[in-house]
Each structure stands twice: as structure tokens, then as C-alpha cells.
């Protein structure tokens, strides 16, 4: 079955920067959309990003600015580049592959369909 390994995952102080990796056979850049989701504990899950199949890329208002999504097409690779870190990033990660239909409205429930997240989180 089509697996994602998402890594990049840690601890740091605000103001830091990390960068997340999304790898594996389900990801498929020029058919599918992809979405980073993140899912702070005790709350629901936050769309985080999606990137279109043509490359264009949305970015909830609460990371513009501060984030930003490549790919890696040879390494079938997505990462998630995260500046300027604030304590309200502080959650777990994942990247979803998904359609147009839902790669936004993706069940908080399912995040982990592909595979296990990655945790960060950030000290003031």
C-alpha cells in the first residue's frame, strides 16, 4: 500500500526555523493536489497548505508569510519550510495527498491515513 513518511519533526524556541519532509509513493505531483494539515493536542486539525498540480500553492493566513511548500520531483518529496516559529505552531504534521474535492476538507480523523506525522513543537 502506498505509504508517506513524514520527518523533520522537533523541539525549538521561537523565532527558529524547521523544515518538514513528506516522501513516498503516494504522493503524485502532476495529478494530485497536496495538503499539509497540522493537529495542535486538544484541538481540531488545521489546514495548513495545499499545493495545486500546476504548483500553485495557498497558505492559511495564519502561516503566510512564515512558511513555505517545495517539492523535490526526482525524490517524489514535498517539505514544509517553517520560519519564524511561534508557539501556536506547535502541533503534529502530516501531508495528505488528495483531490480538489478534498484535499481542504480532509477528516481530522484520517490524517494519518498515510502514515504516521511528524511531532513539533515550539518553546517561547
Known amino acids: 500500500e502506498a505509504r508517506l513518511v513524514v520527518s523533520g519533526g522537533g523541539s525549538g524556541e521561537a523565532g527558529q526555523a524547521r523544515r518538514l519532509s513528506c516522501a513516498g509513493s503516494?504522493?503524485?505531483?502532476?495529478?494530485?493536489?497536496q495538503g499539509w494539515y497540522r493537529q495542535a493536542q486538544g484541538k481540531e486539525c488545521e489546514l495548513v497548505s495545499t499545493?495545486?498540480?500546476?504548483?500553485?500553492?495557498w497558505y492559511a493566513q495564519s502561516v503566510k508569510g512564515r512558511f513555505a511548500v517545495s517539492t523535490n520531483d526526482a525524490k517524489n518529496t514535498i517539505y514544509l519550510q517553517m520560519n519564524n516559529l511561534k508557539p501556536e505552531d506547535a502541533a503534529v504534521y502530516y501531508c495528505v495527498p488528495a483531490d480538489l474535492g478534498t484535499v481542504a476538507s480532509w477528516p481530522c480523523s484520517r490524517l494519518n491515513t498515510w502514515g504516521q506525522g511528524t511531532v513539533v513543537t515550539v518553546s517561547a
Open positions: 503516494a504522493l503524485n505531483f502532476d495529478t494530485y493536489y
Open positions: 499545493r495545486r498540480s500546476d504548483g500553485v500553492i
